[in-house]
């Protein structure tokens, strides 16, 4: 049985990394075969597979900011790895591997499963920029791509905010690794605290 392929797009910084991180360490080997597509300058760390096995990656132009010519380069460069690599789907991860990853999709004709980790009109400060940032996640939203959420929020903002319709719309919680073992403390705790997780 021949594995199946994802290609994960995305902008390797923050929360976004360490959730494909978890995805490329705790994927069946056996099963998935992954490649990350990702920008020159966002990580200096590899990825590596649940084998401790180096992932394929391929570093481009893609940025974090909206730059019209650094992203059209990105779309061209990943429309190319993709040509060649093949993926049975594409992992599109935060707005801009979203929007990269849903147009090269698009083009090769290959399903999409987007994960905006926190859609980007959400943190938008100005209006107009909200409303930009919602009609680009509205115009994008093409018949062979599917919203992954990684939260209900999010499943639901898909929904009714961005308008994909029920059954293109999946979800996946984020998730933390195991903790496998727990030290012995010799902190005294006072009777009254907080702990945050």
């Known amino acids: 049985?021949?594995?199946?392929?994802?290609?994960?797009?995305?902008?390797?910084?923050?929360?976004?990394?360490?959730?494909?991180?978890?995805?490329?360490?705790?994927?069946?080997?056996?099963?998935f075969e992954n490649i990350i597509i990702h920008g020159q300058h966002d990580t200096k760390r590899n990825f590596i597979n649940n084998n401790n096995d180096l992932v394929k990656s391929y570093p481009t132009s893609i940025v974090r900011e909206i730059s019209p010519l650094k992203?059209?380069?990105?779309?061209?460069?990943i429309y190319k790895i993709l040509k060649k690599e093949c993926p049975n789907v594409i992992h599109a991860h935060s707005a801009k591997g979203g929007v990269i990853g849903r147009i090269a999709g698009k083009?090769?004709?290959?399903?999409?499963?987007y994960t905006p980790q926190a859609f980007s009109y959400l943190s938008s400060e100005s209006k107009i920029k909200k409303k930009m940032y919602l009609t680009i996640e509205r115009l994008f939203a093409f018949k062979n791509s599917y919203v992954l959420a990684s939260s209900n929020s999010e499943k639901e903002r898909a929904i009714n905010e961005v308008k994909y319709p029920k059954e293109r719309v999946l979800l996946?919680?984020?998730?933390?690794?195991?903790i496998l073992e727990t030290k012995p403390s010799n902190i005294i705790l006072p009777d009254n605290y907080i702990c945050t997780v």
């Open 1 to 31: 049985m021949s594995k199946i392929k994802i290609a994960h797009i995305l902008h390797s910084l923050g929360g976004v990394d360490i959730s494909v991180r978890l995805i490329t360490e705790n994927i069946n080997n056996d099963l």
């Open 172 to 178: 996946f919680n984020n998730c933390i690794n195991q």
């Open 71 to 77: 992203d059209l380069k990105a779309v061209y460069q």
């Open 107 to 113: 083009l090769l004709k290959i399903n999409v499963l």
